[in-house]
């Protein structure tokens, strides 16, 4: 069964530190993954996605196949980041588009 | 241009009515997608429409929940005899398609539903 797991629902780190928001998966196929964020009062929006392999405000993620991770990490931590974090997957170039979301992780930067 | 737009923002139902709950993807967007986040938990996926395709059904929990799509626009997502159990957060989220590139969901601002 296909399935994202978040082990951490709340990871507290002071300014300035590493953060590492852990995402493991499990899927049988090509799987495409995702990172969402949710700050405070807005909307769910896409962080990143593993085949950009962009870094986003700091942000990146590796795709680890043989550990099936996909760990949101940043090495310096700012309070702007302190929001919910969702990993996500979907199966890539199937019919089936919807995202299979983990149950999130809160992070929370202190100044 | 504006993003996925739902409304009501705010529901809240006595156990056994009916509710009807509405998106607007973004335009141009053939994906739609709905899913429902009960408390404390992560988001669970409901149907996904893609252009004029047969819906994909397979994450509605019950025969009470039913999706409707008309063409690429807008959505209406009915409940019928709600339960407690339906309370939760009602997001909609649309993507140009469904593969590759394309796939990047946007996401709603979500329909808060309480039913007491």
């Known amino acids: 069964a296909q399935r994202v797991t978040q082990p951490e629902k709340l990871l507290s780190v002071f300014k300035g530190a590493p953060v590492e928001l852990k995402c493991n998966y499990s899927?049988?196929?090509?799987?495409?993954l995702f990172w969402y964020v949710q700050y405070s009062r807005q909307r769910l929006q896409l962080l990143l996605r593993?085949?950009s392999r962009e870094s986003i405000k700091g942000f990146t993620a590796d795709l680890n196949k043989g550990e099936t991770s996909f760990h949101l990490k940043k090495p310096f931590a700012q309070e702007e980041d302190s929001a919910m974090y969702y990993c996500?997957?979907?199966?890539?170039?199937?019919?089936?588009?919807?995202?299979?979301f983990g149950k999130g992780t809160k992070l929370s930067v202190k100044p | 241009g504006a993003g996925v737009s739902q409304s009501p923002s705010n529901k809240v139902t006595e156990k056994g009515k009916d509710v009807e709950l509405r998106c607007d993807p973004i335009?141009?967007?053939?994906?739609l997608y709905w899913y429902r986040q009960r408390l404390g938990q992560g988001l669970e996926f409901l149907i996904y429409?893609?252009?004029?395709?047969?819906?994909?059904k397979s994450g509605l929990p019950s025969d009470r929940f039913s999706a409707e799509r008309t063409g690429e626009s807008v959505s209406t997502l009915t409940i019928q005899r709600t339960q407690q159990e339906d309370s939760a957060v009602y997001l909609c989220?649309?993507?140009?398609?469904?593969?590759?590139?394309?796939?990047?969901?946007?996401f709603g601002p979500g329909t808060r539903l309480l039913v007491l």
């Open positions: 989220a649309s993507s140009l398609g469904a593969t590759g590139e394309r796939e990047t969901q946007y």
């Open positions: 899927y049988s196929g090509s799987p495409e």
């Open positions: 593993h085949i």
């Open positions: 996500a997957l979907s199966s890539y170039g199937g019919s089936q588009g919807n995202l299979i």
């Open positions: 335009s141009g967007h053939t994906a």
């Open positions: 429409f893609q252009g004029n395709s047969a819906p994909d």
